[in-house]
């Protein structure tokens, strides 16, 4: 039973950080891209960020980039990010995916249909 759950959203104010966390049992986790992706009250499911297998290669949305650091442990099958100079625009559920390579090592990717596997989501408010 492949599984991703999301914690560490919340309310916060403008300016301050968060640090979500994205527990993962997918078995191929460790050969598995990881990437987060947001989506605000009307509007699509968006990308935010992503991480390769081995944590070595990152990409970020022109919006977040500067702001939000993604990274992983892969002891722990966890993928994490974190938040600062949060914005009112940041306001959105937060979903993290897992990229499914099957026997290989998937590449990173912005494009949500790439993704095999979502969690339910945590919210994230941001207040001016």
């Known amino acids: 039973q492949v599984q991703l759950v999301e914690s560490g959203g919340g309310l916060v104010q403008a300016g301050g950080s968060l640090r979500l966390s994205c527990g993962a049992s997918v078995r191929t986790f460790t050969r598995d891209a990881m990437g987060w992706f947001r989506q605000a009250p009307g509007q699509e499911r968006g990308f935010v960020a992503v991480?390769?297998?081995?944590?070595?290669?990152?990409y970020y949305s022109n919006s977040v980039k500067g702001r939000f650091t993604i990274s992983r442990d892969n002891a722990k099958n966890t993928v994490y990010l974190q938040i600062n100079s949060l914005k009112p625009e940041d306001t959105a559920v937060y979903f993290c995916?897992?990229?499914?390579?099957?026997?290989?090592?998937?590449?990173?990717?912005?494009?949500?249909?790439?993704?095999?596997?979502w969690g339910q989501g945590t919210q994230v408010t941001v207040s001016s």
């Open positions: 991480i390769s297998w081995s944590g070595s290669s990152t």
């Open positions: 995916a897992a990229r499914n390579g099957g026997r290989y090592y998937s590449m990173i990717s912005e494009g949500i249909y790439e993704y095999d596997y």
